[in-house]
Every structure is written in C-alpha cells, then in structure tokens.
C-alpha cells in the first residue's frame, strides 16, 4: 500500500504529456516543431521538477512544524552526477514519461544524454556524499546537505598523444533545472580584518569582536534530493559567492569607478572551481576562503532555523547534529565558538560544550600528503580571530593533556594542533577530533588504523569510545537499479519485486539460485548485454572493437601511486611478453583478455601523468599487434566520470581494487562492481576485507602483502639492495628497450621503483599479482562456476548499502530519527 503515498510528477502518459508540452511553450518559449533533444531535456527534467518541489515543500514544511533533530552533512565535494535519470526512476514514472516523449519521437537514451553530470567532487569522497544524500532522503531522514555551487566542476580529461589534457567543465552553461535560486536567502562574509578589544558597558566583561575586514556575499541555490518510495525530498543547498551590494564609495569618489568594480567582481571568483586535488593536500589562500565561506554560510543558516524555535543554546546539541566530511570543514567548530562566545556571549565552557556535542568528523585517509594543515600566517591573516580561538582550544586541550599525562613533553608536542614546524602549521585534523564527539573511519581495517596510527594519542586521551567504524556504502538505486536495469529487473523477479532497493539484505534470498542452469543462463546473458553497452561507448570514443567474449578487466578510478595502477599496466606488459613467447598452438588456447583503465590525474601530479602515459602507449602497441589480436586490448576510457560509471560498472568480469595495503581507506566502487555481478582482485585492503567476509573468501582473488607488512617492507628497501622479482625485471628491460616509446618518458615511474623505495611496494607485490592473474584465467574458463561466484556475490553485498551506513549514522553518532511525510 505504500504505492500509493509515492508522489508522481505525473500519473499517466497524457498528463505528463500536457505538463510536458506546456513547460516547452512558456517556459522555454519554443514550439513542439522546434524542439531538439536538449529542449526535450529540459522539459522533461522540468516536469519531474514541478512535483518534486511540491514535495520538497511538504517536507519542510513538516519540520518546521515537527522541528526533529536535523543532521546537517558538510561536504565540499557532492558529486551528483545527472539528476534526471534518477528523479524519473525513484519517482516510478520512467515508464509514462519515455511512452510520453516517444509520441513526440524522442528516445529517452538521448534525451537523458543531454544533461551534464553534476561533477562538484574528485572521486571517492564527494561520491559518498551523493550517496548518502541519496540514502538520507530514501530513508526518511530529516537531512541537509550543505556545499559550493562552483561554476567549474572537476576538469574534462583529453587524451592527446596519450597523455592527459585538462579542460574546463562549465556545467552552467544552459538552464540548470535543477536548481533553485534562493536570491533571497544571504549571507555576508568577511575576511580578513582584525580583532577588537572592548569592555561591555553592561557585565564589564572583557570582549573581543572582529570587524574591519571585506565582506563578500553567499547567495543559497537549493537543489531537490528525490527519495525512493517515499514522499520525502530533501534538500542540498549549495552555496554562491557574489559581489556584496555596498559599494566602495571611497574608491568610487575618488573616481576610481572601474577598481571599485574590478574589486568586487573578484568576490566571485570565491566559488569559481572545484580544486581538482584527490587525497592530497595543497595549502592554497583561496581553498582556505572556500572553506570558511561555505562553513560561515551554513553555520549561519543552521542558526537561523534553530533560532526560530526559541529554545535556550545548551539545547542546540539536541536539535542539531552536523557532520564534517573529512577536515574541510573544521573551521565551523571555531566559526560556532566565536559565535557563542563573541556574539551570543556565553561563557568559553558553555560554548564549548555546546561545539564538541553537535560535531562528528569522518576521516577519509591515512595518507600524510592528504592531512590539511595551514600555515599559521597565511591563517591568522586571513581570519585573525579564528587564529586566537584556536591557540585558546589547543591552550585548554594542552592543559588537560598535561594532567592526564604529567611530565611527558613529547605527548605535548605531538598532539598540539600548532606543529612547531617552519613554518608553523594549524594541524585540522587534531582540532577536528578535539571539537567533536564523535570520530569515525570508514572500513575496519581504516578505522583500526587511524586509531593505532595517526590517532592513537588521543585515543589515549580520550579513551577509545570516541572512536568509531562506519563502513561506507552506496546508493542500491543508483548503482543497481538505474546503472544495471536488466539485473534489476531479474531479480525483482526472482525476489518478488523492487523490495530489494529498499532492503538491500534482500539479496540473500539470491543464494538459492547460484547453481540453478538457467538462472545462471539468463545472468551471463545480462553480464554479456551490459558488455556490449561498453564496447558501445569503447568503439565509439577509442575506434577500438573489442571481443565481447573476452574477459573484461576493469580499473576505473583516480590515477594514484598508492591505487597502482602502475601496478595494473606493467602486468598487462608482462600478459604481452607471455602471449608473444607462445607458440601459436599454445597462444590459440588463452583467455582473451580486455584491459580496460580509465581516471583522472590531479593536473599536477606529475607520477600520475606518467601512468597515463605508460598505459595508452602500450595500449598503442598491444592493439596494433597483429599475433596477439584480440587476445589481448588496452584500452584507456578518457573522461571517466559518474555517467560514465553507470555505463562501466555493470560490464565487468573482474574489476581491480588494488592499493598498497593499509593506503585506501575503504574504496566504494569495489562496491559498485561487486554488486554488479563482477568479481574481484584485489588486496587485503579497506572494505576488500569487510567484502571477502560478506561474500566469502571463494568468491575473491586476493593477493599481496598484507597492512600489518608494509611498514617493515619500507624499513627493508631503505637499507639493502633493490632485487627485482625476474618478471618485473623483464618488463622494465622491454619497456627500457624503446618497446612502448622513448624510453626516458618512463625512467622516474621505473626509478620510482628501482631506485627510491619503491614506497608503494610494486616490486614487493608483482609475483603475488601475476599468480592471482593467472588463477583468473583458469577460473574464468569454468563459465557456469564463475556465474555461481558471481550470484553469490551479489547475494552478499547487502551490508554494502548506504542506508545501513546512514542508518547507522543516525542512531549511534547523530542521535536523529526519520520522519516520513506521509500522504496529508
Ligand atoms: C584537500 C586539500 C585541498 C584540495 C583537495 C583536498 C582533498 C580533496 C578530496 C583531499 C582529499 C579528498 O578526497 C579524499 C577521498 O576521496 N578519500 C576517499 O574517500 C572515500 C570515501 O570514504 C574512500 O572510499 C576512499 O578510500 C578514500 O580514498
């Protein structure tokens, strides 16, 4: 019966067709005759708007008269992806719509094409973002997402001459229906400026306020976040900068008219672009005001809401919790003290406790290049109050240090959010763990690590309960439903319908199933369907055919040392060299293989552009090579993106999540593929492990050393004789010969391993990678053996959900409860 509380933008093909046809008319002023695939996108992305605002409006209308608790997600990074794909399924009207736009002769594939991804994210944390709002909505949790509508998302990768090439994403050049501008709902904010001491005429306390400094304005652009089967639609609102409308007079009368302007137009530059960085830090002016200028903007609306409700401050904990995605947002728990304290004056504790009960903060990496610190100078200029805030913090901090653990200077030392470094550096992550209650890594083995590495001081300061695991997910309606509908629909089937998008435990009930012949039968036929969907999008970017009978081997992900995909292309050399020595009778029995990477660089990461380079020349040579033919491809998918995704993760026989052990904190799209059917190689590394426990050890091709190793491995290269493994040392000759190209293009990626320690433990893990390789081949010939891995698999990847993450949010770390909107 819950059909029926689902909200429809429409409820049969006329209807949509008349909203449709009317939306083309007066809101894009255009005629039926004259309306293209893009004029059909937007109107019907408009139409499934219309409801979904109604919605929308129900729901906070609901908590506003309800005032629940309310989590708040502050994340930089939110990367949607396309909206309209989605919108349509989780509303259930995919169907009359493209029955609809079909009449007009429109194909809903192309008019869903039209749209551009939302691409204000880098990879993994801004992905997990989407999902969860996704998830918070799906399960009727009071919500919001806050972030930075910037003008550029994450840049568009060409490949030319097989390196990579960055151009910008201007997502906004059409009509964005998605978004709804909230002109009215401002904020100012300052920057720079200087700190005031004064004594208030009615205590006779001693004050300090902060004034003095440019104001520059944050405008709200709300998007609606559709929920599945449910009424509810939660908000993200994203922030904009603009110009503040005070003009600066002096300048203007001083008749410097065109400066004055010049000035302000820079206030916009504030929400310009994404910084293009993954899991790596750059201690850049312009982040830092990013930072505070979304943080500030939030904080300040968050207050609003909670003002209205009149209750006294120390309830605040009780209505609001706000979660930090990793330290980007760390300052809001100084930008909340200075609030509390300088404009609401309480007293330092009250506030304080105030702060550390409403915050949480997720790490996302163990990674020392990806730990924000900001330089004390650059800091203390551009928010000179926050500065003395934070010595204030880290003066009480210390002081409770010292208590807990007397005379022991070293402890000081190396907690202290001031590393007395030159020069010297507010260290955010020690100040995000200090103003929160909660902090939480996100697989096992992550969360492990953090607090017997990075963290452990404070684990012993604060003792271990306010460390905690939340093993991430992902959105089963994204990444299941609207990425693989054929599967979906086959196990709706076997399942009794789509309860299993909702309740993603549902799946076991797939085990029975895994050695039944003709549900395998009609598995790998879906499995071979959604293979010919990417040769599709191959044939059609690289000119490449691809075999679709071959085994399709799949690593899509940021192009990073410690994600070694170096790793990946120096075994395909080896696979090359292997099939070359063969005779023809030898080779004629080999699995076809295709080798398929694809990611983006940071633009200036120079390793990662080497990798990029590395795998499309040998590409260059592999697929020219008239022996090996189809037995071996290589191809580099240019671009890849969240839509692109949609399109990958269903095709893969064997996908590769394969970091040195202990560096990836838990990967999702090991997730994505695993609940796609595909199988995988990898290493004993984030939520790898948690994977192997759910779908058990038969059903994965682990290899490698293992975290606990890494250290000493490290310790080891540094102090004796690099000895490569026989078939690696191979494969640098070849590649030394000229075989791919110049060999000098290469010499730093080889010398990265050869010569200077080989940090990420390529030489280290080669043998134990080509062993797995080959069990691969083996067990792939086994076609009905491989599809009962396979169904088991997907059968044991409910955990994986991100409701269940959500839902454990909720109730362990947020304190919060969901609220349905039911039908009124
Ligand atoms: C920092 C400073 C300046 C500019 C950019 C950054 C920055 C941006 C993104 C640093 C790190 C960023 O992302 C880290 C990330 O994506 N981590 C991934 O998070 C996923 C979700 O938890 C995990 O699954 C991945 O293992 C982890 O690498």
């Known amino acids: 019966t819950w059909k029926k509380f689902v909200p429809k933008p429409f409820e049969t093909k006329e209807e949509f067709q008349k909203i449709f046809i009317n939306h083309v008319e007066t809101t894009l002023a255009r005629s039926l005759y004259n309306c293209d695939d893009a004029a059909a996108f937007e109107a019907t992305a408009l139409s499934a708007r219309d409801k979904l605002i109604s919605s929308w409006n129900k729901t906070q209308q609901k908590h506003s008269i309800r005032d629940p608790k ?58 997990l ?90 405008v709200a652009y709300d998007f609606p976040v559709p929920g599945y089967g449910t009424k509810n639609t939660n908000n993200l609102r994203l922030w904009s900068s603009v110009p503040t409308s005070e003009f600066d007079f002096q300048k203007f009368n001083d008749g410097d008219y065109e400066s004055s302007v010049s000035e302000q137009q820079k206030a916009e530059t504030i929400t310009a672009v994404l910084y293009p960085n993954d899991n790596f830090y750059s201690g850049k002016e312009l982040r830092l005001k990013q930072q505070y200028f979304w943080v500030t903007a939030s904080l300040h609306d968050i207050l609003r809401r909670f003002k209205k409700s009149k209750r006294p401050w120390k309830e605040f904990p009780d209505q609001v919790a706000i979660q930090l995605n990793d330290t980007h ?161 086959l196990i709706s089937e076997k399942l009794g319908g789509y309860g299993f998008l909702t309740d993603l435990d549902k799946l076991t009930g797939l085990k029975k199933y895994a050695h039944d012949k003709e549900f395998q039968a009609r598995w790998i036929e879906i499995k071979n369907a959604n293979k010919r969907r990417l040769a599709d999008l191959i044939k059609s970017q690289t ?137 995988i190689l990898g290493t004993v590394d984030g939520a790898n492990v948690e994977i192997t426990r759910e779908i058990g050890e038969d059903n994965i091709f682990l290899f490698g050393h293992l975290a606990e190793d890494v250290e000493d491995l490290r310790h080891k290269h540094r102090y004796s004789q690099f000895e490569a493994s026989p078939n690696l040392a191979k494969v640098f000759e070849v590649i030394e010969s000229g075989m791919f190209g110049h060999p000098g293009i290469f010499t730093n990626l080889i010398n990265s391993i050869r010569n200077d320690g080989d940090h990420y433990l390529v030489n280290d893990d080669f043998q134990s990678y080509l062993d797995a390789q080959d069990l691969i081949d083996k067990e792939f010939v086994d076609k009905d053996g491989w599809a009962s891995k396979s169904i088991n698999s997907v059968a044991g990847m409910g955990f994986f959900s991100s409701d269940r993450a959500i839902l454990e949010y909720a109730d362990s770390i947020w304190n919060i409860e969901a609220l349905p909107v039911e039908e009124s």
């Open 70 to 127: 309310r989590v708040y997600y502050l994340s930089l990074e939110f990367l949607m992806g396309r909206a309209l794909d989605n919108a349509l399924l989780n509303t259930e009207t995919k169907g009359i719509s493209e029955e609809g736009i079909n009449d007009f002769g429109f194909r809903m594939e192309d008019v869903l094409d039209q749209e551009p991804d939302a691409a204000l994210g880098n990879g993994g944390l801004g992905r």
């Open 129 to 218: 973002a989407a999902c969860f709002m996704d998830s918070l909505t799906s399960t009727n949790q009071p919500g919001w997402g806050y972030g930075l509508r910037y003008q550029y998302g994450i840049f568009k990768q060409k490949i030319v001459d097989g390196y990579q090439v960055e151009q910008p994403d201007y997502w906004l050049t059409f009509n964005n229906p998605w978004e709804i501008p909230r002109k009215e709902i401002s904020v100012d904010i300052m920057f720079y400026g200087y700190v005031r001491k004064y004594t208030d005429e009615v205590t006779g306390k001693q004050c300090k306020t902060w004034e003095g400094g440019d104001l520059i304005k944050a």
């Open 329 to 489: 947002p760390t300052i809001a728990i100084v930008e909340l003290q200075r609030i509390l304290v300088d404009l609401e004056h309480l007293s330092w504790d009250e506030a304080w406790d105030i702060v550390t009960k409403t915050f949480g903060y997720t790490n996302h990496t163990v990674l020392p290049e990806a730990l924000e610190k900001w330089p004390v100078d650059l800091f203390g200029n551009l928010l000179p109050r926050h500065l003395e805030i934070i010595y204030d913090i880290n003066l009480f901090f210390l002081q409770k240090v010292e208590k807990l653990f007397p005379n022991d200077r070293e402890m000081l030392s190396r907690v202290s959010v001031i590393e007395e470094s030159n020069p010297r550096q507010v260290r955010m992550a020690y100040l995000a763990i200090i103003g929160s209650h909660k902090v939480n890594g996100v697989a096992e083995l992550h969360s492990k690590l953090i607090q017997t590495s990075i963290f452990k001081d404070f684990v012993k300061i604060y003792g271990p309960d306010k460390f905690t695991n939340v093993t991430n997910g992902i959105t089963p309606r994204r990444w299941l439903n609207q990425a693989n509908p054929l599967l979906s629909k």
């Open 543 to 679: 000119g490449i055919e691809v075999n679709n009978e071959a085994l399709f081997d799949i690593q899509v992900k940021r192009i990073h040392e410690y994600k070694r995909q170096q790793l990946n292309i120096l075994g395909v050399v080896h696979r090359y060299l292997t099939l070359k020595a063969m005779s023809k009778e030898e080779r004629s029995k080999q699995v076809p293989r295709v080798v398929i990477i694809g990611g983006k660089s940071a633009p200036g990461y120079y390793m990662a552009k080497v990798i990029i380079k590395l795998v499309t020349s040998v590409g260059a040579v592999v697929n020219n090579d008239e022996e090996i033919g189809d037995l071996l491809k290589v191809i580099f998918i240019e671009d890849y993106n969240v839509s692109k995704a949609e399109i990958i993760t269903p095709a893969s026989d064997i996908s590769q999540h394969i970091s040195t052990a202990g560096t990836e904190a838990s990967g999702t799209s090991n997730m994505k593929f695993v609940l796609n059917g595909g199988l």
